[in-house]
């Protein structure tokens, strides 16, 4: 499994490494930490001190016998290419720090493709929805671009459960997996709701799927209980979940129900209004 996890200077971004850190030792990822700068000959100093300082907060969550990643103390920043500079140390696992010039949500996207990452990891600033540096749709934008699945990182609450609300369509071994991690990252309950379309007459078979989810995950030791609702009770479930839960979608692909209901503004919503974290499943 890739971690991509993008970071900036802001408290934000500050205030997920320890989530990360947890999820580094429950997975034995390799991680890759990614600032994005404007377009300059150097790394900015600032973001390369921030950069490190959160690489070396992860490795603090490890004894030095169990240190999966390599050491970095003395490694020096490589230029990869025009606006693209690198770090990187390998253990059994890699830890790379990356600094890359242009626009965030691009270069995000971008990166995570070149690196073929299983997920990306970022914040988001609060105090008027979920921007990023500013910017009020960064977070969206890779979310919506993304090859991979997204965790957007909200504001620490005592998470009791993760809502993961899955239609018609297959769902990803890793998908599932990285549901598994998020309820052991948080201790939390995991609720499967399966989403019917109106009128679609598959009850059966998805009741059966939701079934075997669960048992998939009760093999794992997690605990979990099903329902399903109907397509047109998937926005307002939704909203519901979100002000306690940590909400998983799954869209994973142009048959995907739940995409085909999430237009761009609910899914900017749901970012903004949230109180807990999102999980965009692909």
């Known amino acids: ?19 990360v850190a947890r999820l580094a030792q429950n997975t034995l990822a390799d991680i890759v930490f990614l600032g994005v700068q404007a377009e300059t000959a150097e790394p900015a100093e600032e973001l390369t001190l921030a950069l490190t300082k959160y690489q070396q907060d992860v490795y603090s969550y490890f004894s030095s ?17 025009k606006g693209d500079w690198l770090i990187s140390a390998k253990g059994i696992k890699e830890f790379s720090l990356r600094i890359r010039s242009g626009g965030v949500a691009k ?75 998020l309820v052991t990252l948080y201790d939390a309950g995991l609720k499967i709701v399966g989403v019917q379309e109106k009128g679609g007459g598959k009850k059966d078979q998805i009741e059966q799927r939701m079934v075997e989810l669960l048992r998939y995950y009760n093999e794992r030791e997690v605990s ?49 209004t949230s109180r807990s974290s999102v999980f965009i499943l692909r």
């Open 107 to 181: 270069q995000v996207v971008q990166v995570a493709r070149d690196t073929a990452c299983d997920l990306i990891i970022l914040g988001c600033d609060e105090e008027f929805g979920c921007e990023w540096d500013g910017e009020m749709n960064v977070p969206l934008r890779i979310a919506e671009d993304a090859p991979c699945s997204v965790l957007v990182i909200k504001k620490s609450l005592a998470v009791k459960q993760i809502v993961s609300i899955l239609d018609q369509s297959v769902v990803s071994q890793d998908a599932l997996e990285m549901v598994n991690q």
């Open 1 to 19: 499994m890739k971690i991509l996890v993008a970071l900036d200077t802001q408290k934000y971004s500050r205030k997920i490494v320890k989530d």
């Open 65 to 81: 016998d169990e240190l999966p990643y390599g050491d970095l103390s003395q490694a020096k920043w490589q230029k990869e290419d």
């Open 224 to 272: 979990g209980w099903v329902t399903l609702i109907d397509s047109e009770q998937v926005k307002k479930y939704v909203t519901n979940s979100s002000k306690e839960a940590i909400v998983a979608l799954w869209m994973g692909n142009k048959q995907s129900l739940i995409k085909r209901l999430f237009s761009q503004s609910m899914v900017d919503k749901l970012l903004s």
